[in-house]
């Protein structure tokens, strides 16, 4: 499904008098299809940057990235055309991002709902409902369906940010630390519904914190560690 | 490795410059100079060299400070000012439909076009919303009046018709339909930039132009025109160029984006590889000027 092949990342500052940070060197791994990956190491180490660069949110500075894509075959995602990028990403590849960055004055179901609408093309009822759907697995009290999730506390917004992304059922799903504010019982619905998603053919990649929980249904680990 | 689908427009080089202009004001201005003033002849390069495409559907974003030449490229594109070089090519098989004329052949530099074909491509093809809402509208004549002029620039000749249109649009721009007879001197400012955005849609563009649409909007107004446009893009699927300086309103509306400076184009990308991984340094300091 997805080949690294020794990706680097280096970040060059230039109004810090053109600092150079070297984020990632030297990445390789191979995840099959199917499988679920959790990329492990301390704060700063470049967990978020792997993700960003595979979702190309981040330009490698070099190595490859091979996706096998349904639409082209296998391309590589850190040289790809834009419009490439953009197509995989409407219909193929899943970001759960650690923040959630939204129109105001837009509905907590309504922003659930949103890629349903736009990717799997379901009318407005559908896709309203089985948004209620997974909120309510959330655990998003029901009152909060209709309100504006600029107001709501950090792992409420977090949970819409992953109902958000796990709604349309991408083949690969990253995930950045899509549990580090929810409580215990919240990450076991979690966990449930990441299972549900990899039981139905989902690549999960993800960064998570709290490794009791899902150690369990994570099959791979990658350890980045500082080289030097 | 290209994509299935054709651009709707191809931009080449697309130059202007006031004043002057001698063979050297590109060689001498731009962001390395640090000015768009050409030393030799005084000239003002306020855009020069933009080459880019757009493509079906999508939301292209432009940003940059105040004088980088952005709204000029989306003027020049909709034919508001006379380039002084370069070429676009509009390719559409889409809206061939109902045409009372023909459209120009993709190989077709629509910068050669003659002025009234030009304004043919303008109403069939185009839709452009101002900053200054005095630009797109006619203040004294009525909204519906507004959108029925360009209906009928755009062949409509049926006036029912055109008031039946005219109360759908501003309809789904929220706009009273109590207030389709009266002029939009007598409106707020978000409510005279929901009436352009009307008459921008009237004619179901392939392209539309947004030049710094919420701009001076206080924020909840920001907020409803931001997700009209939204709404009315997932609705009818224009190809859609927004200029603004507000990152947020580029972060939040497009996909792709460019980053202009002293008239150049200095960088461009996804937009959210253009927002957390920004290359150039000029870009470096914008993002990380945002409040």
């Known amino acids: ?228 | 490795m290209t994509p299935s689908w054709e651009p709707v427009l191809v931009i080449k080089d697309l130059t202007k410059i006031y004043g002057g202009g001698c063979p050297r004001c590109l060689e001498v201005t731009g962001p390395e100079f640090e000015t768009n003033i050409c030393g030799y002849c005084g000239g003002v390069v306020a855009c020069g060299g933009v080459s880019f495409e757009l493509y079906p559907g999508e939301v292209l974003g432009i940003v940059g400070e105040s004088g980088s030449g952005k709204s000029t490229v989306v003027r020049l594109l909709n034919f508001d000012y006379e380039a002084t070089g370069g070429e676009i090519y509009f390719h559409n098989g889409h809206a061939a439909h109902n045409q009372s004329f023909e459209l120009p052949q993709a190989e077709e530099n629509l910068l050669t076009l003659n002025s009234f074909q030009k304004r043919q491509l303008r109403h069939a093809c185009l839709g452009m919303v101002y900053q200054n809402p005095h630009l797109g509208l006619r203040m004294a004549v009525s909204s519906g009046g507004n959108i029925a002029e360009r209906l009928i620039m755009a062949g409509c000749r049926h006036i029912s018709g055109m008031r039946d249109r005219s109360a759908q649009l501003l309809g789904k721009t929220e706009i009273p339909l109590q207030r389709l007879d009266e002029p939009p001197r007598n409106f707020s400012g978000g409510m005279r930039q929901r009436v352009q955005i009307a008459k921008a849609l009237s004619n179901n563009p392939v392209i539309l132009f947004l030049d710094e649409v919420t701009t001076g909007l206080d924020l909840s107004v920001q907020a409803r025109v931001l997700d009209l446009i939204r709404n009315l893009q997932s609705e009818f699927h224009p190809a859609v160029i927004v200029v603004s300086h507000d990152l947020g309103v580029i972060r939040l509306l497009t996909s792709r984006t460019m980053v202009m400076r002293y008239g150049r184009v200095v960088e461009s990308g996804l937009t959210d590889q253009i927002l957390e991984d920004p290359q150039h340094p000029y870009t470096q300091l914008l993002v990380s000027s945002q409040l």
Request: proline content about 4%; overall charge positive.
């Open chain 1, 1 to 228: 499904m997805l080949a690294i092949e020794q990706l680097s990342k280096t970040f060059h500052i230039h109004i810090l008098g053109r600092k150079v940070i070297q984020a990632l060197e030297n990445i390789s791994l191979q995840v099959g299809t199917g499988e679920f990956w959790g990329i492990s190491g301390p704060s700063g180490v470049g967990k978020s940057t792997l993700l960003k660069c595979i979702y190309r949110t981040y330009l490698s500075t070099g190595g490859r990235i091979w996706f096998n894509s349904r639409r082209w075959g296998r391309i590589d995602l850190a040289q790809a055309a834009h419009q490439v990028i953009l197509e995989v990403r409407r219909t193929e590849i899943g970001y759960v991002p650690q923040f959630l960055q939204v129109l105001p004055r837009v509905s907590a179901l309504d922003i659930v709902a949103e890629p349903l609408l736009l990717k799997n093309g379901l009318s407005q009822g559908e896709a309203r409902k089985i948004a209620a759907g997974f909120l309510e697995r959330l655990r998003i009290p029901g009152n909060l369906f209709e309100a504006y999730p600029v107001t709501f506390s950090g792992g409420e917004q977090q949970r819409l940010n992953l109902a958000r992304a796990v709604i349309w059922k991408p083949r690969l799903l990253l995930l950045d630390e899509p549990t580090a504010s929810l409580d215990r019982q919240t990450i076991a619905v979690v966990v449930e519904i990441l299972q549900e998603l990899k039981a139905q053919g989902t690549t999960l990649i993800g960064i998570f914190h709290n490794d009791d929980l899902l150690s369990s249904s994570i099959d791979r680990v990658y350890p980045l560690h500082r080289e030097n």
